[in-house]
């Protein structure tokens, strides 16, 4: 056996592989590491990679042709892709972050087998996960693109909002389904990044403000990177994380953690609410 740390001759698709975020960060570390790189993104990857299939997650066409000309095997899924909300709807949000992100999985999972692993991104605006399980187990049980899309269309007063509902889903799916995944010796683990220096931070501050997004208190006293984000994915589907699985880590410089036993000081928050 290899290190533990090598991708050399592993078979990796990259969702939100393309552009210059997260995806694309990793997408690059991934290269260099030896893996063969299949993208989906509707943008162009950063370098030369094995396969680059531009798809609309909110296609499930698309997904399936894709995943079908990848074919298999694949020893890990990196779900990378994802859409701000604000200017797009929460229905759009919600399509392209869960239920595409989904199916892309299910399909994805299909050509794996013992050893396999897949990474989400989700976010820090996912932190209230824990008190919205049972709101969001009726979604995350739906069986199928067209079924978790109908739910959406039937539950706008649920999706409000758009970001933080799909980041929530995203961890409370990743935690449930990694049960059955585990049967298989297929691992599932999401992070969920505070503010980082991406091409979608623009998106927040249009949102929240900028003076918000400028303020957000980060105990390591800065935004991440994109190549910081990109490590952790790259760490959890790689078998040095072998025993890690159906988990939520945080990649945020600190903050939930500092909230979460009062060491933050939430006056940051108040100031810029004002
Ligand atoms: N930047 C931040 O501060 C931040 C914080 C927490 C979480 N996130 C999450 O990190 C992930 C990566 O985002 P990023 O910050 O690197 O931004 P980004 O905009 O660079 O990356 C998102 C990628 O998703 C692709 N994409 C969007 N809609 C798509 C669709 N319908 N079909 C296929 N691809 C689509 C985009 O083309 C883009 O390449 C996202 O899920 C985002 O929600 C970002």
């Known amino acids: 056996m290899g ?31 030896g893996a063969e790189t299949h993208v989906i993104d509707l943008k162009e990857p950063p370098i030369e990679v094995a396969g680059y299939h531009q798809v609309d997650l909110r296609d499930p066409d698309a997904i399936e042709s894709a995943v079908d000309a990848i074919g298999g095997p694949v020893d890990a899924l990196f779900n990378c892709a994802g859409l701000p909300g604000g200017k797009f709807s929460d229905f759009d ?8 992100l989904r199916l892309l999985t299910d399909l994805v999972s299909d050509h794996m ?6 990474a989400s991104i989700s976010s820090g605006a996912g932190a209230a996960w824990t008190a919205n399980i049972a709101k969001w187990m009726p979604l995350v049980t739906t069986n199928g693109f067209a079924a978790g899309k109908q739910w959406l269309q039937e539950h706008p007063r649920e999706i409000a909002s758009g970001y933080a509902p799909s980041k929530e889903v995203i961890i409370v799916w990743t935690v449930w389904r990694s ?22 931070l623009p998106a927040f501050e249009e949102q929240v ?25 790259i760490f959890l589907n790689s078998p040095a994380a ?14 939930m953690g500092a909230m979460a036993v009062g060491t933050l000081d939430l006056s940051a928050f108040a100031l810029i609410s004002e």
């Open 179 to 200: 049960f059955e995944l585990a049967k298989r010796g297929i691992r599932i683990n999401c992070t969920s990044p505070g503010p980082t220096d991406t091409p979608m």
């Open 3 to 33: 290190s533990v740390w090598a991708y050399e001759g592993r078979r990796v698709v990259v969702s939100g592989g393309g552009g210059a975020g997260m995806g694309a960060a990793t997408v690059r570390h991934l290269a260099e590491l």
């Open 242 to 255: 072998a025993a890690i699985t159906g988990e939520n880590i945080l990649t945020d410089g600190g903050t």
């Open 209 to 233: 403000g900028k003076a918000f997004m400028d303020n957000y208190p980060i105990p390591l006293g800065r935004r991440a990177t994109p190549d910081e984000q990109a490590y952790p994915l």
């Open 93 to 100: 949000t919600m399509l392209v972050n869960f239920v595409g």
């Open 113 to 118: 087998t013992s050893g396999g692993a897949i």
